[in-house]
């Protein structure tokens, strides 16, 4: 009887927010609200880059060593979904400049970089509308 009262629960599909140039304050937030709604850890891999730090690699290989802890191995899927995610929203005429990109973090900083401006040019901006 205590499994009737109990509503199914239900999906929600959102779609990822595809960033344009000159919107970037605007994408980062939909972004942030989308990667909050699929996992709230997965944000925290944004914001405080690596969670596990890797040994350096030795030797002449340069990939990196393979996780062996059950939270290493959670920390690089972290890591690997929300750099897919951050791929998945970038436009194809852009995609090769941040594909090799190393860490969530430093390819969040990029498209920020790309995307977003500097102060200068958002100042021109606010000017051109003015007049």
Known sequence: MAEQDIPPPTITAMKIPIIRKGEYDIWSMRMRQYICHIDHNLWDVIVNGDLE???????ETSAPP???TAKQLAARRNQERVKS??????????????????DTKSLWEAIKSRFGGNEESKKMQ???LKH
């Open 53 to 59: 730090e890797e040994p350096a690699p030795t030797g």
């Open 126 to 128: 606010k000017n051109v």
């Open 85 to 102: 995610i951050l791929l998945l929203a970038i436009p194809d005429e852009y995609l090769l400049k941040f594909h090799n990109v190393a």
């Open 66 to 68: 393979a996780p062996k």
